[in-house]
């Protein structure tokens, strides 16, 4: 298993859990969650406790209709104030706790070094860096690299229906909502992969909505987006791939310029396949193209109904694309 | 008639046998299939409600069993996307407002009147209306499912995946028009409560000795009316988008508009469907303490208190939307805020048990473990409302965790302990005890298994509405082990069925009080008659059956009191104080309530055919109903005699 986790780009167990943090967002929330969930715990065996030494005088019962006695004392309203009371003071200490981390997350401690531009779309993500200077935006699909130490700004677009954004080592969730353009930032500490997950229900395939946030020194980063700028070099098989894939899939350079799925360029670098479904290798890519429904149904992937020759051209293509 | 005829002095009698007799002629239904059709008793319609809440809640169960196999381990292939999204999504649909609302209204339904020393609900037709619709939104939406058309956006059905561009099959018009459908069902049966609070309690009931259970559901009641116009018209809205081509949900803004009108109503729906249940603990678990509830007054405010908080929090369920955090912070305040309510009652629970001396029933164990329950869903409820908190845990297993905790622990619970604590009154006979301890077990310990584990889930970032997950997420073992508790809480509620079924038959008789407990409705008899008491008690204080025993200094009357014998009548009381201010003229049993409900669903189904023949013939058909139903009655005072 921890060799199919690592071919899928995490080394981590529990790849998705939020009660370890990477990164100044993600590492500002932890202790608040888990002071929330201290105290939530203690709570909870504060009642059992106070119920079970309730119950130390508790009796069976006697038969069906009998007249029992009935306590007339009043006792016992100090329970409210005390116990209210208590509880009253725990909350407003968790609304300024709230309060003040809440201001620690609102931005980041310094500008941050880059703004990506996320759009969900059923079932994907699609990723542009942006820049001033139009000749250096460039797109990518489901794996986002980043900057170690630097804050990373991201635009959140809807593409079709509501998605939600979600590196639960990096930072807490924003959706992505048809209409309107919301905003996160997110920082990793150390180098490593963190995976992410679409995290509002946006139909057939939510499920298989991954992502990858590919975290990398400074100087490795910016090599990988000079590579990302650069066109495919001629390659054959792109003709074929201009043909049956060219019409939804994009590959920088070459006449293939699809919208409608992600953008193919430098897609031999790319770890998985599917948003973060599969790991991207020969095979999975061949029996993705066999039929993707069999693997994602209901993908707008439609089977392309290749012939094995058209489907080994293309997928030695793909794998050519570095 | 003559207008004096409610106004005259009734006079004061013993209850006796020839009275008894009198008024069973004036109150009983008809025989037969008409007269059962026809019915606007409120103890019928109660158990109605409760059978049919039963029913949908064994249905969204198997639902549940279906789609845990598919979760137990990861890439497991029983079910398809698009069938799993069907299932989830019905499964809180039936659960949410199938079960959940409808159980307590029928409780509610059936004790009110009972327990306030009334003949009826205040307006008994309006009652019949409320349950027939209920039940024929509950066959429409399920007829949907059955035809493979049921909801499939989850009960939430967020724009733009519910609109037409990515929802192309009829699904969202039938849970569309269901929901609207419903909502008539609610806030008619919501209307009746609020009146039947104010109008119909005993003479001497006044608000500060009306049993808890009237406050929890009299709280819910008001908030629907508030609640439910936001979702119905969001609803026909939705229709509209979908069917008439106009824009309401489709542009800039459109998908936060929907989330708004929802929550603005769903928010504030779930206390709606756990204040009643609360308010059956706060009455029922003191019986079996032997003591007063301790802190009446706080806990019946917190009631009060809890609803108008859970107005202001339906933002909670939009953290994650981009809006600016600073008007986030004020609903993240009051998400941890209206915790303090609820610290009311937990706290009062907790004192009846230890300043009193529990006697240990299945009512009792239900109750009591409740309060367990309740924090754990209350306190997971408080983390999921720090905003920063939540960003990471919402829409996590987390959350699912949570609302099951509230939604079974503070509904299902109270209903289960509810059941053994007035089925004797119900049915004249008491659930098997010795089955009830299987039962009570089985739930509680499944319920457990199953649940808890979800909140580890979560943290460990499993996402809700996911039909099948990757292996190496470190989910299997922990969905293996909440599919197993399932199952386990699945044959818990199975035995809960069983013991209801055995014991109507075979269950011990049990008298008119047998937990000798000191509320109005024990005081008559086991089923109470269709007249529900002879004479009209006098209410002197909150525990009219225990006053000897506290000493009480003024004393209640149950065996002597109004006589109201010609017709059917009952006593109208003012809001406050509840002195008797004139004598009601109630309405008999009717088919109009009947008709209303088929012809308003048959015209419900036209709007989804988009048969504008059917919807205009509805139309007519629904119109003659009320006219029917309104139709002057001398016997009522409405038109003079001929």
């Known amino acids: 298993m921890t060799g199919e986790r690592a071919q899928l780009g995490w080394a981590a167990a529990t790849p998705l859990d939020y009660l370890t943090s990477h990164g100044a967002k993600a590492d500002a929330i932890r202790p608040l969650t888990i002071g929330t969930v201290a105290i939530s715990l203690a709570v909870i065996g504060i009642v059992a406790l106070l119920l079970i030494v309730g119950l130390r005088r508790a009796r069976t019962a006697p038969a069906p209709g009998s007249r029992l006695e009935v306590m007339r004392d009043e006792g016992g309203l100090s329970w409210l104030w005390i116990g209210v009371g208590l509880s009253s003071l725990v909350l407003l200490f968790s609304i300024v706790w709230t309060v003040a981390v809440l201001a620690e997350i609102a931005s980041p401690s310094e500008k941050p070094a880059l703004t990506v531009e996320i759009t969900a779309r059923q079932w994907w993500w699609q990723v542009r860096y942006l820049n001033d200077d139009p000749s250096r935006i460039f797109a990518t699909a489901n794996e986002i690299h980043i900057p170690v130490g630097r804050p990373v700004r991201f635009k959140l677009v809807g593409g079709d229906v509501i998605h939600s954004f979600w590196v639960p080592g990096l930072g807490g969730k924003t959706d992505l909502i048809p209409g309107q353009t919301n905003e996160t930032w997110l920082e990793a500490r150390e180098p490593g992969t963190y995976r992410g997950q679409c995290t509002e229900y946006c139909g057939l395939e939510h499920a298989r909505m991954g992502l990858l946030v590919i975290a990398e020194p400074p100087a490795q980063f910016e090599a990988w987006r000079a590579h990302q700028l650069r066109s495919a070099a001629p390659a054959s098989g792109e003709g074929a791939f201009a043909m049956r894939c060219g019409a939804c899939h994009a590959v920088r350079g070459t006449t293939a310029a699809g919208m409608l799925g992600p953008d193919l360029s430098h897609f031999a670098q790319r770890r998985t396949l599917a948003a973060a479904t599969l790991p991207n290798d020969g095979s999975h890519l061949e029996s993705w193209l066999d039929d993707p429904q069999a693997i994602k149904p209901g993908n707008l992937m439609q089977k392309p109904e290749l012939t094995g020759q058209e489907r080994a051209t293309i997928v030695a293509y793909l794998e050519s694309l570095t | ?642």
Not at chain 2, 129 to 135: D, E, R
Not at chain 2, 186 to 214: E, K, Q, Y
Not at chain 2, 250 to 256: C, K, R, V
Not at chain 2, 454 to 470: E, N, V
């Open chain 2, 1 to 642: 008639m003559s207008a004096t005829d409610f106004e005259r002095a009734p006079s004061v009698a013993r209850d006796n046998a020839a009275l008894a007799e009198r008024l069973r002629k004036l109150w009983e239904t008809e025989p037969g299939v008409i007269g059962w059709l026809a019915s606007v008793d409120h103890k019928e319609i109660g158990i109605r409600y409760i059978v049919t809440a039963f029913v949908f809640l064994i249905l969204g169960g198997i639902e549940a069993l279906v789609f845990r196999l598919q979760l137990s381990w990861s890439n497991v292939r029983l079910l398809t996307p698009e069938q799993y999204d069907q299932l989830f999504s019905t499964h809180g649909m039936t659960m949410i407002f199938l079960y959940a609302g409808p159980v307590l209204s029928g409780f509610s339904n059936y004790l009110w009147p009972l327990l306030f020393g009334a003949r009826d609900m205040a307006l008994p037709r309006l009652n019949a209306l409320s349950y027939w619709l209920y039940l024929c939104a509950g066959l429409f939406l399920y007829a949907a499912f059955a035809a493979g058309f049921g909801p499939n956006d989850g009960w939430f059905n967020y724009v733009p995946y519910a609109a037409r561009a990515y929802n192309g099959g009829p699904n969202i018009d039938f849970y569309s028009l269901g929901m609207i459908l419903l909502g008539v069902s609610t806030t008619v049966g919501a209307i009746n409560f609020v009146v039947t609070f104010l109008r119909m309690r005993a003479p001497g009931m006044s608000i500060d000795r009306v049993p808890i259970l009237a406050w929890g559901t009299l709280t819910a009641s008001a908030a629907n009316i508030f609640a439910i116009p936001a979702v119905s018209l969001a609803f026909f809205l939705l229709w509209m988008d979908r069917n008439l081509g106009t824009h309401f949900f489709d542009g800039t803004g459109g998908p936060l508009l929907w989330q708004h009108l929802f929550w603005m109503f769903a928010h504030p729906w779930v206390y709606a469907i756990v204040l009643p249940a609360m308010g059956m603990v706060s009455d029922g678990l003191p019986v079996f303490c032997r003591k007063p509830l301790v802190g009446y007054t706080a806990v019946a405010l917190g009631t009060v208190a809890t609803m108008v908080l859970g107005f202001g929090v339906w933002v909670h369920h939009m953290f994650a939307t981009g809006l600016p955090s600073i008007s986030l912070s004020f609903f993240s305040a009051a998400s941890i805020i209206i915790a303090v309510p609820s610290a009311i009652a937990v706290f009062a629970w907790l004192a009846t048990i230890a300043t009193g001396r529990p006697v240990v029933t299945t009512a009792f164990l239900f109750f009591a473990s409740f309060i367990v329950l309740f924090a754990i869903g209350g306190v997971s409820g408080y983390m999921t409302g720090s905003l920063p908190v939540d960003w990471q845990l919402t829409d996590t297993y987390f959350v699912v965790a949570h609302l099951h905790y509230v939604l079974i622990g503070i509904n299902v619970f109270p209903v289960a302990g509810a059941l053994y604590f007035w089925f004797p009154k119900f049915t004249g006979r008491l659930l098997d005890e010795r089955l009830g301890r299987w039962n009570f077990w089985t739930m509680f310990l499944g319920f457990n298994l199953g649940f808890f584990p979800m909140h580890i889930s979560g943290l460990l970032g499993m996402p809700r509405r996911i039909y099948t997950y990757a292996d190496g997420m470190g989910w299997d073992w922990l969905n293996l082990i909440t599919t197993v508790g399932s199952f386990v809480f699945a044959v818990g509620v199975l035995l809960l069925i069983v013991n209801v079924v055995v014991s109507l038959k075979r269950g011990r008789i049990a008298g008119d009080n047998p937990w000798d407990a000191p509320t109005l409705e024990w005081s008559t008899a086991s089923p109470p008659p269709p007249y529900n008491f002879a004479v009209i008690p006098t209410v002197a204080s909150r525990h009219p059956l225990w006053e000897d025993r506290l000493g009480t200094p003024q004393k209640s009357f149950t065996e002597a009191g109004l006589v109201l014998e010609q017709g059917r009548e009952a006593i109208g009381t003012d809001p406050l104080d509840a002195e008797p201010d004139i004598i009601l003229k109630m309405p008999g049993d009717s088919l109009a309530p009947l008709m209303l409900a088929l012809a308003g669903t048959a015209l419900f189904a036209g709007l989804v055919a988009h048969w504008w023949w059917l919807v205009a013939l509805a139309a007519v058909a629904a119109g003659a109903a009320i006219v029917g139903w309104l139709w002057p009655e001398a016997k009522l005072g409405e038109a003079v005699d001929a």
